[in-house]
């Protein structure tokens, strides 16, 4: 098992905590800036998607990225009718900064595979992926907002990811 994946989220997830050591937490940030942070990661993965669709040939691995952008897409969709509905912009914030810088870094380096070797590359980061954010989403967000209806769009976001990061653990087994 290629654990640089792995490696690759815990250091994304470490990299944002580190950063933000003068600036504060992922548990501190406040109900509009978790909404970014879910909004940018929820459009990283849609980016992700984008490129396998472009790249890949293995009829499993289009399969799943379709499934991310139909989701993804959705759950946005879901989350900025919630924030017109309680006249809220979401706020950019030290989270979704270091997301994006991570996310060109790895679009970048996915970017120049072909074959089998992008697939797995790609399975392996939807992987590793869904469970960092899922983890963030689970430990440091949910428990944290404060307005009731966005909490449930998460709760119910979080199911759906957790079922993403299933399928792409029996994505990465079949890649093997």
Do not use: C, W
């Not at 799943?64 to 009718?81: P, R, S, W, Y």
């Not at 979401?90 to 380096?109: C, T, W």
Request: hydrophobic share 45%.
């Amino acid at each position: 098992m290629n654990i640089k994946p792995y490696i690759l989220a815990i250091s994304l997830a470490a990299s944002a905590f580190q950063s933000s050591a003068m600036a504060q937490s992922p548990a501190d940030l406040n109900d509009l800036e978790i909404a970014h942070v879910a909004y940018v990661a929820d459009n990283i993965d849609i980016r992700y998607a984008h490129l396998a669709l472009a790249i890949s040939t293995n009829e499993e691995v289009r399969d799943f990225a379709e499934n991310m952008i139909n989701d993804h897409t959705a759950v946005n969709e879901q989350a900025l009718a919630l924030l017109k509905k309680l006249g809220a912009q979401p706020q950019d914030n030290f989270l979704s900064q270091s997301l994006q810088v991570n996310a060109e870094k790895l679009i970048d380096e996915m970017s120049q595979l072909r074959g089998a070797a992008f697939d797995k590359r790609y399975a392996e980061n939807e992987l590793a992926y869904h469970k960092a954010v899922n983890e963030l989403v689970a430990t440091a967000f949910i428990p944290n907002i404060e307005n009731a209806e966005v909490k449930a769009l998460f709760e119910t976001g979080l199911g759906i990811f957790k079922a993403h990061e299933g399928h792409a653990e029996m994505m990465v087994e079949e890649l093997k």
